[in-house]
């Protein structure tokens, strides 16, 4: 069993739609990262969470300490969200557990 | 500047051939990783530098050797590849922060062995 893992890890949808995206992990970590990668390569980070919630525009990421759980959320969303979305959690100060990924294809 | 950059873009070497990787930051950052990603899959962890010191070595081969010359350069130095090490080459960097920080990747080197 993974120590990161998301799902769905495909998610096509209509733009408009609301989407969410879940991470849960099994393993102490110091943060939990966010990370968005489009095709070619670039990863971008869009968050760095350790408690609570934070939100950048039409993202929203939460995360639930006690349940080992993060959602990261996209309201209204865009053809140009599809990406695919990554769950990284932080083990000490500078090592990344990544999870599988979560390819979200949004349709116009 | 909030900008990592990698060269070159792309490379395709054969397996007896010596060829260097760059990265690039202008941030202050201390800290400076290198990513090794398959298709479809998420990047692998293979060296961090902290302060210009290897910190962390993931059991990478030898033929990998990772280098860091100064606070802003850090490069990968390859000999005897194998087909399998193709793959795209990621650099991140970040400020160091006990609770960790947020990392700043490179556009990545796509790195092709014959």
């Known amino acids: 069993k993974n120590e990161v893992e998301q799902s769905p890890q495909n998610l096509t949808a209509q733009e408009g739609e609301f989407i969410t995206i879940n991470c849960s992990y099994s393993?102490?970590?110091?943060?939990l990262h966010w990370l968005q990668q489009h095709p070619g390569g670039g990863i971008v980070s869009l968050f760095m969470?350790?408690?609570g919630k934070k939100k950048h525009g039409r993202l929203i990421a939460t995360i639930n300490i006690q349940e080992k759980h993060s959602s990261l959320h996209i309201t209204a969303s865009h053809p140009r969200d599809s990406a695919v979305y990554i769950c990284?959690?932080?083990?000490?100060?500078?090592?990344?557990?990544f999870g599988q990924g979560t390819r979200l294809t949004i349709n116009p | 500047d909030t900008e990592v950059t990698q060269t070159p873009k792309h490379l395709v070497m054969g397996m007896t051939n010596k060829k260097s990787l760059k990265c690039e930051q202008h941030?202050?950052?201390?800290?400076m990783y290198w990513y090794k990603q398959k298709a479809k899959k998420p990047p692998e962890l293979m060296f961090v530098?902290?302060?210009?010191?290897?910190?962390i070595n993931e059991s990478v081969p030898s033929r990998f050797s990772p280098e860091c010359p100064n606070s802003s350069l850090l490069n990968l130095h390859l000999h005897a590849l194998q087909p399998e090490d193709s793959a795209l080459y990621l650099c991140?960097?970040?400020?160091?922060?006990?609770?960790?920080?947020?990392?700043?990747f490179g556009p990545g080197t796509r790195l092709l062995v014959l």
């Open positions: 393993v102490g970590i110091s943060a």
């Open positions: 991140a960097s970040s400020q160091v922060m006990p609770g960790g920080e947020t990392q700043y």
């Open positions: 941030m202050g950052h201390r800290a």
């Open positions: 990284a959690v932080g083990q000490g100060a500078q090592k990344l557990v």
């Open positions: 530098y902290s302060y210009e010191k290897l910190s």
């Open positions: 969470l350790s408690s």
